[in-house]
């Protein structure tokens, strides 16, 4: 007991002396330079898209570290500055910050009507190519990302920085379609739901259709007004205006009605609201059949500790089968309180190993597992009090 008193106190005198000093090298967002995604249990250390291609870098300092960035390479704290100034400097204007800003704006409970305008802007603006997509993906992820900054320093508002990252991750489902899977889609509805089953967050539900690419060539244009006439299709974007305006698609069999719902759960306490959701629950019974749903219901509840272990925020996205369903973990102002006490101890003592390998890659697996050595090598008090147990 004694013993325990003694560690606890000389942790307490560590943080205190060098919590001033700690500086977030290698503490990072939800949309830091990897997909922060995890499928089938295992991490994806690499972004979706490529970004280099999306801004047209010329060679040099902010290409070479945007190149390590779009592979998931550890970078420095110095380099992450240098991409957040490029970002808010460059990239960004007050314009785009103000445009993005206004579609956070657009998912209002209280004003359905302004869900409209972003179901308009998506069709006109963003889902238009796969360059228009990357581009607005690439801007949502520069508008959030924070360098070296807490979420506070950055001045976003919480409320818009979680309202865009549940955008961002429905602009990952529709770049599944078109591009990964060289699509082309149209949405049809859209709804915003805030709180939704009671767990708190951010919740997008969309309606699409969805045809593959049928390649250039002469096509059949129908006219609202006159007679059909045939038009050349030189690109995958002619095809997208022909198809969805032109064809009169809706008697095509090859095309097809997609949904595919994203929910953000916030706060460090994200994990326990999920595993007491009613809806989960339900959504349990139906995985349990069969081999496969057993073992993806499996690695979705190591997510969930793992979730709960370091307080991370939720993602829940959802395309079309209640069974078809990723969960992607975001550090809250909790995670970023663990890694900080974590890296304070390993300031002060550097026989307390601190990956920052796993930290910068933001592979929740594998924190999880060196802070449980840790609590194994140094005692149960350092493990806990590095996870704010004590």
């Given at each position: 007991?004694?013993?325990?008193?003694?560690?606890?106190?000389?942790?307490?005198?560590?943080?205190?002396?060098?919590?001033?000093?700690?500086?977030?090298?290698?503490?990072?967002?939800?949309?830091?330079?990897?997909?922060?995604?995890?499928?089938?249990?295992?991490?994806?250390?690499?972004?979706?898209?490529?970004?280099?291609?999306?801004?047209?870098?010329?060679?040099?300092?902010?290409?070479?570290?945007?190149?390590?960035?779009?592979?998931?390479?550890?970078?420095?704290?110095?380099?992450?500055?240098?991409?957040?100034?490029?970002?808010?400097?460059?990239?960004?204007?007050?314009?785009?910050?103000?445009?993005?800003?206004?579609?956070?704006?657009?998912?209002?409970?209280?004003?359905?009507?302004?869900?409209?305008?972003?179901?308009?802007?998506?069709?006109?603006?963003?889902?238009?190519?796969?360059?228009?997509?990357?581009?607005?993906?690439?801007?949502?992820?520069?508008?959030?990302?924070?360098?070296?900054?807490?979420?506070?320093?950055?001045?976003?508002?919480?409320?818009?920085?979680?309202?865009?990252?549940?955008?961002?991750?429905?602009?990952?489902?529709?770049?599944?379609?078109?591009?990964?899977?060289?699509?082309?889609?149209?949405?049809?509805?859209?709804?915003?739901?805030?709180?939704?089953?009671?767990?708190?967050?951010?919740?997008?539900?969309?309606?699409?259709?969805?045809?593959?690419?049928?390649?250039?060539?002469?096509?059949?244009?129908?006219?609202?007004?006159?007679?059909?006439?045939?038009?050349?299709?030189?690109?995958?974007?002619?095809?997208?205006?022909?198809?969805?305006?032109?064809?009169?698609?809706?008697?095509?069999?090859?095309?097809?009605?997609?949904?595919?719902?994203?929910?953000?759960?916030?706060g460090s306490n994200a994990a326990n609201k999920v595993w007491g959701n009613e809806a989960y629950q339900t959504y349990d019974a139906k995985t349990i059949r069969g081999k496969e749903q057993l073992e993806r219901k499996i690695k979705i509840e190591e997510n969930l500790i793992i979730a709960s272990s370091l307080g991370l925020e939720i993602g829940i996205s959802k395309v079309n089968s209640e069974r078809d369903i990723n969960i992607q973990l975001y550090p809250s102002e909790g995670t970023i309180m663990i890694l900080e006490r974590?890296?304070?101890?390993?300031?002060?003592?550097?026989?307390?190993?601190?990956?920052?390998?796993?930290?910068?890659?933001?592979?929740?697996?594998?924190?999880?597992?060196?802070?449980?050595?840790?609590?194994?090598?140094?005692?149960?008090?350092?493990?806990?009090?590095?996870?704010?147990?004590?």
């Amino acid at each position: 007991m004694k013993k325990g008193i003694l560690l606890l106190s000389f942790i307490l005198f560590v943080i205190a002396i060098f919590s001033s000093e700690i500086i977030e090298d290698y503490l990072t967002d939800s949309n830091w330079t990897v997909t922060d995604q995890y499928k089938d249990g295992e991490f994806e250390g690499q972004l979706s898209y490529n970004i280099i291609e999306t801004i047209s870098l010329e060679e040099g300092l902010h290409r070479n570290i945007l190149t390590k960035y779009q592979n998931g390479e550890p970078i420095t704290a110095v380099e992450r500055e240098e991409i957040y100034e490029y970002f808010q400097t460059e990239l960004l204007n007050e314009d785009k910050k103000t445009e993005l800003e206004k579609v956070a704006s657009f998912m209002d409970e209280e004003n359905l009507g302004k869900i409209d305008k972003l179901t308009e802007r998506l069709n006109e603006k963003v889902i238009t190519s796969d360059f228009a997509l990357e581009e607005e993906m690439l801007l949502v992820e520069a508008y959030l990302f924070l360098g070296t900054k807490t979420p506070t320093e950055t001045g976003i508002e919480y409320e818009v920085r979680d309202k865009l990252r549940t955008y961002s991750m429905l602009l990952k489902n529709y770049h599944t379609y078109i591009v990964e899977n060289n699509s082309v889609i149209k949405v049809d509805e859209l709804e915003y739901v805030r709180n939704k089953d009671d767990m708190p967050g951010h919740s997008l539900e969309s309606k699409f259709m969805s045809e593959p690419y049928g390649g250039n060539g002469t096509f059949t244009k129908l006219n609202e007004h006159g007679p059909m006439e045939e038009v050349a299709i030189k690109n995958k974007d002619d095809f997208r205006e022909w198809f969805f305006f032109s064809s009169g698609y809706p008697v095509f069999e090859s095309i097809s009605g997609t949904s595919t719902t994203v929910t953000y759960i916030v706060g460090s306490n994200a994990a326990n609201k999920v595993w007491g959701n009613e809806a989960y629950q339900t959504y349990d019974a139906k995985t349990i059949r069969g081999k496969e749903q057993l073992e993806r219901k499996i690695k979705i509840e190591e997510n969930l500790i793992i979730a709960s272990s370091l307080g991370l925020e939720i993602g829940i996205s959802k395309v079309n089968s209640e069974r078809d369903i990723n969960i992607q973990l975001y550090p809250s102002e909790g995670t970023i309180m663990i890694l900080e006490r974590w890296q304070a101890l390993h300031e002060a003592d550097s026989k307390m190993p601190f990956s920052e390998e796993a930290v910068n890659e933001q592979n929740w697996h594998k924190i999880d597992e060196e802070i449980d050595e840790i609590k194994r090598v140094f005692g149960r008090e350092v493990g806990e009090f590095i996870r704010g147990g004590i």
